[in-house]
């Protein structure tokens, strides 16, 4: 900001004596300052302290309305002791008389790498707050986790059994009703659940589940302008990986891919198989061979050039007026832990497109135990369940009852320890593990004093683990995730029953 062309060749002679870069926009005027505002978005102001029609004082005011951590610097020859100091408060960083140059190049490197600082500790603050709402999120999923799994737990058992009425086809309509919402409720608590806890545990994730939880997840956010489109070659491929990072991977791509959209587009998301040749990796990277999931978010926004394309992952560089630039980085990490590598293709105003590579390791096929229904009936064994829940532990019991399986409901530890004396110790043992007055694992433990050493499904969500740890040996020991399906348990307590024959 000066009207002196000669002045302003001495400010600027004095940053290229001292090897500092810069590009540099010369204005006099308000309405131009505020245009070089907008377009030019200086690192730095320096200016005069009066101009004809326009003062210092006052582009110090409009820059400080507009942002708070661009430094701003007087150069004046008329700047007192007094008015130094008002500018001061006022929000000025620093001041340099004209007669005293000298210092002009130090005080704008250190102008610059203070206000760096000063946005450095705005984003960790930004940061730290984030983390601390998303942590205060994570305690309230897991508050409501539990009780919200107790409500669904009915539906899912009701429905599979409505399901056994096919010669009723409004039982069996309504009994598949009911377990698709319970599935579908399910869905929900887990993927909020699982997103707000951030579990890092390796897992067999289903392609399906994982897509299904980011159409939960994007409910609400994706613009009636945008069209969104999902399409995938086989919804039941499942991989080792981490559905949690995945799934806030593709949900970061996504909601970028919708901001750059502002007028309407749309949005793919696909997945293919794939092999890929050696001389597809980078350097830096470890060529692997095998089959390759690829999966592609893709938009019709504005698109990237080759500058910012060569900057995508760089730690905190972002395009966005608020942000901090870690979203990429974070799903390039997320990628490459899962030992795949991650490819952008974008053109200015033709969109853009990043492709996810994951490795698929080789499985071996399914024994396939039994793919009808009639290895899921029970032999007439005996099986105790423990459930406090009335509804579910009567709802649970007429279910193994309907499958072949003598089942003995106990609402409490101890009654199925008073059950135990009275009827003999039974063949198998369905129990929760979220119990109050006698937990599942104290009551385990006294069956195994009482010469118990049968098979267990000891019913748990997998958010809250039992402790185990406390338990005496169990060798046919299986934690079953709640809340349960029918055909779940059913195939669980066949396979535990074999399993234990066979030892």
């Known amino acids: 900001m000066e009207d002196n062309a000669l002045d302003a060749e001495l400010v600027l002679g004095e940053l290229e004596a001292d090897g500092l870069a810069y590009s540099a926009r010369l204005v006099d005027d ?60 006022n929000g000025a960083t620093d001041y340099i008389l004209k007669q005293n140059p000298a210092r002009m190049a130090s005080a704008v490197r250190r102008a610059l790498s203070e206000a760096e600082a000063e946005r450095a500790a705005h984003r960790a603050e930004a940061e730290l707050i984030r983390a601390q709402r998303f942590e205060a999120l994570a305690m309230l999923a897991g508050g409501l986790s539990h009780d919200l799994r107790n409500l669904l737990q009915p539906l899912l058992l009701a429905g599979d059994s409505l399901l056994d009425y ?24 887990q993927s909020m659940l699982s997103f707000a806890r951030g579990a890092r545990r390796a897992e067999q994730v289903r392609l399906g589940a ?15 302008a945008v069209a969104m489109d999902m399409t995938l070659d086989d919804p039941e491929l499942t991989f080792e990986g981490n559905h949690t990072e995945l799934q806030q991977c593709l ?11 502002p007028d309407g587009g749309r949005l793919q998301i696909t997945s293919s198989r794939c092999a890929l040749p050696d001389d597809f990796f980078l350097d830096d990277e470890e060529p692997q061979e095998g089959e390759y999931l690829r999966l592609t978010v893709a938009d019709t926004g504005h698109g990237m050039d080759e500058d910012t394309l060569e900057r995508l992952f760089e ?106 004396e009275a009827q003999g110790l039974p063949d198998v043992v369905v129990m929760d593990a979220e119990m109050n007055l006698f937990t599942g694992v104290r009551t385990l433990a006294a069956l195994v004093d009482r010469g118990y050493a049968g098979p267990v499904l000891l019913l748990a969500r997998p958010e809250a683990p039992p402790r185990l740890e406390e338990l005496p040996s169990l060798e046919h020991l299986h934690v079953v995730d709640k809340p349960v399906t029918a055909r779940g348990l059913l195939q669980t307590l066949r396979l535990a029953l074999k399993n234990s024959e066979a030892t």
């Open 315 to 420: 730690p905190f560089f972002t395009t966005k007026q608020t942000g901090t630039g870690l979203g990429l980085l974070s799903c390039k990490r997320i990628v490459a832990s899962h030992g795949g590598v991650m490819r952008v293709e974008s053109e200015p105003g033709e969109g853009t497109a990043f492709h996810l590579y994951l490795p698929l390791a080789l499985q071996d096929e399914a024994d396939g135990a039994g793919s009808g229904e009639d290895w899921l009936q029970g032999e007439a064994e005996r099986v105790l369940v423990v459930i406090e829940e009335a509804a579910q532990l009567s709802l649970l019991a007429d279910m193994l009852d309907a499958y072949g399986y003598q089942a003995h409901g106990s609402q409490s530890g101890t009654v199925a320890l008073q059950w135990i």
């Open 251 to 261: 949900l970061n791509l996504c909601l970028n891919a919708i901001q750059a959209m």
């Open 166 to 189: 096919q010669d009723d086809p409004r039982l069996a309509r309504l009994g598949s009703l009911v377990r698709d919402c319970g599935k579908r409720g399910l869905e929900m608590v």
């Open 210 to 224: 994982l897509t299904n939880a980011l159409e939960l997840l994007l409910q609400g956010s994706v613009p009636r």
């Open 30 to 89: 308000e309405a131009s300052y505020l245009e070089a505002l907008e377009s030019f978005r200086p690192d730095i102001v320096l200016s005069d302290l009066s101009l004809p029609g326009f003062s210092g004082q006052r582009a110090l005011e409009l820059l400080r309305a507009r942002d708070s951590d661009t430094p701003f610097i007087f150069v004046s020859a008329t700047l007192g002791e007094e008015a130094a100091i008002e500018a001061l408060r």
